[in-house]
């Protein structure tokens, strides 16, 4: 009884790993497969004719809000664009090659995006839902792994 009892939870805890497993797959699979879509386009990576030289701080605000909504809770979320490395290049390089009213906000965001480090991911969120003069949909907490999958999951199926 004891060998069905421990065989039964090993068996069921196995299952849970692979399944989660499957999801981290497909959500890689799926943010590669946008990655090389961005090289390959003539567009930016945005998917917009917009040139680099041609970005404004409304853009730039679009762009780092709707990508910070994978990485936080809140109570609302209006857009969503899928956070990619290529996107954070294009936008970091913009920063470089333009002048922004929030150039300083901009690029504490994106210096630590460009590093991979996405810890401050909710007052970076908070910090641009502010300047866009922001009233709903303040961001509380960073999501698990596991969630924003499940965000980026949901998000793909709309």
Known sequence: ???????????HFYQKQQHNELHQQTAEK???KINRADLNDKKNPFGENKKINDLTDDDMQLFIHEMTHQKVKADQKWGFILMTQNRIDWLYRALKKNTFTYEKTYHTILNCWENGDFSKAVQDQNAIWK????????ATGLLAASEERQYIEAQNKK
Do not use: D, L
């Not at 009884?1 to 068996?11: E, L, P």
């Not at 300047?131 to 303040?138: A, R, V």
């Open 131 to 138: 300047i866009q003069g922001g009233t709903i949909g303040k």
């Open 30 to 32: 799926m943010i590669e």
């Open 1 to 11: 009884m004891i060998f069905a009892v421990i065989g039964g939870a090993g068996y």
